[in-house]
């Protein structure tokens, strides 16, 4: 992701989650702290250990601070459901495709996402 942020010159700051509870505390703290990073968009894998990206998703339209943020799907899976639990909670969807350089694509899908919400 990283990479695909470079390749297109995206004036974004990357924080990462290695798992759903680490990003629901993440986001509770920029909830509760005012020095705290406080996201614009969420990139968001359904596939997270612990606790998993729809119900992150969950937690995040739930969110007083947070229930407009934009939030995109980056994720391997192409499941009907999966993709009518995320747009149900009102965000977009990538499905990561197989190779690493069809997943550099991804760059100008995010440009056009972060545009789209008026994050640049």
Known sequence: MR???KLEDLP?????A??????????QAAE???NAPCP???????NLPRVDGLEVLRNIRASEKFRDIAVLVVTSSDSPNDRSGAAELGAGYFRKPVTYAE???????????IHSKGLI
Do not use: Q, S, W
Not at 40 to 46: A, G, M
Not at 103 to 113: M, N, Q
């Open 3 to 5: 990479e695909a942020i």
């Open 12 to 16: 974004v700051e990357v924080y990462i």
């Open 18 to 27: 290695t798992d759903g509870e680490k990003a629901l505390d993440f986001l």
């Open 32 to 34: 509760r702290d005012p």
């Open 40 to 46: 614009d968009l969420v990139l968001l894998d359904l």
């Open 103 to 113: 997943f550099l694509k991804i760059g100008p899908v995010l440009r056009e996402f």
